[in-house]
T-cell receptor, first 110, second 113 residues
């Protein structure tokens, strides 16, 4: 079945550091890919998405590119802020089910 | 409503009791998901409803778990004879047909003592 594997956490960075959270997937078809974020004390919310190969999703300075050849959707941000501290989930949708990775806890220190 | 609403927000129950968790999806959304998030863990898929189709129950961990969706709207997740390992945050999400973005509720934190 479909699966999502993402980088183990927790990840701790200093403010303005570069962020990469790796995500790879296994799917039989051509899924849509997502990054969701869960800020402390809040519900999950969509951060960005890409629906086909080579698409780049972007939001709030975060970016991720749908790479079919490497089945990856790595999340990047050039300069993180303290307010980016949260848990990040990679996910895929295959027209039947939304499958999530295990989540990566990010802490950004001032 | 404006978003996905779940109730109660917190539930403490004694081991062996039954509990019901409620989810009100965004009006007009045909797809509804239930997930479980245990402490420090990712999201575990439980069940998926899409319109009038038979639900995908493949993620339900045991026959103590069941869910229904009445009138294609409100959904109830029932856990019978609760166990301590059922303690977790239960999340509901909905999406509109043809739109793959899912909107999540705040979750119900269930504690079995």
């Amino acid at each position: 079945g479909d699966s999502v594997t993402q980088m183990e956490g927790p990840v701790t960075l200093s403010e303005e550091a570069f962020l990469t959270i790796n995500c790879t997937y296994t799917a039989t078809g051509y899924p849509s890919l997502f990054w969701y974020v869960q800020y402390p004390g809040e519900g999950l919310q969509l951060l960005l998405k890409a629906t086909k190969a080579d698409d780049k999703g972007s939001n709030k300075g975060f970016e991720a590119t749908y790479r079919k050849e490497t089945t990856s959707f790595h999340l990047e941000k050039g300069s993180v802020q303290v307010s980016d501290s949260a848990v990040y989930f990679c996910a895929l949708y295959d027209s039947r089910q939304l499958t999530f990775g295990s989540g990566t806890q990010l802490t950004v220190l001032p | 409503g404006a978003g996905v609403s779940q109730s109660p927000s917190n539930k403490v129950t004694e081991k062996g009791k039954d509990v019901e968790l409620r989810c009100d999806p965004i009006s007009g959304h045909t797809a509804l998901y239930w997930y479980r998030q245990s402490l420090g863990q990712g999201l575990e898929f439980l069940i998926y409803f899409q319109g009038n189709s038979a639900p995908d129950k493949s993620g339900l961990p045991s026959d103590r778990f069941s869910a229904e969706r009445t009138g294609g709207s409100v959904s109830t997740l029932t856990i019978q004879r609760t166990q301590q390992e059922d303690s977790a945050v239960y999340l509901c999400a909905s999406s509109s047909q043809g739109n793959t973005e899912a909107f999540f509720g705040q979750g119900t934190r269930l504690t079995v003592v």
